[in-house]
Nanobody, 117 residues
Framework: QVQLVESGGGLVQPGGSLRLSCAASRSIFSIYAMGWYRQAPGKQRELVAGFTKGSSTNYADSVKGRFTFSRDNAKNTVYLQMNSLKPEDTAVYFC???????????WGQGTQVTVSS
């Protein structure tokens, strides 16, 4: 079982930056995929940035060049650095982790990001 604790959301002006953090309750050694998703009002939850062990990070087209996904295995934490934020980025952002042996699919509590002028 993996618990994910998120932080870093908040209110920011357009063009500003935020860094979201997601800390796992145990070593992420067994985690083979992690990602950040977001859900804006009236829209489906969408993948923002994701990483799969043995592969590369992928980003939604809308955030390419602005968002950066990273991880720190020593801290069992992943991050989403968000730069040049736009009002369209306003959403609840969720951290997700998938494990194997045993398999599992885990979600953080979500953190609100509001970009407003």
């Amino acid at each position: 079982q993996v618990q994910l604790v998120e932080s870093g959301g908040g209110l920011v002006q357009p063009g500003g930056s935020l860094r979201l953090s997601c800390a796992a309750s145990r070593s992420i050694f067994s985690i083979y995929a992690m990602g950040w998703y977001r859900q804006a009002p009236g829209k489906q939850r969408e993948l923002v940035a994701g990483f799969t062990k043995g592969s590369s990070t992928n980003y939604a087209d809308s955030v390419k060049g602005r968002f950066t996904f990273s991880r720190d295995n020593a801290k069992n934490t992943v991050y989403l650095q968000m730069n040049s934020l736009k009002p369209e980025d306003t959403a609840v952002y969720f951290c997700n982790a998938k494990t194997t042996m045993p398999s599992g699919d885990y979600w953080g509590q979500g953190t609100q990001v509001t970009v407003s002028s």
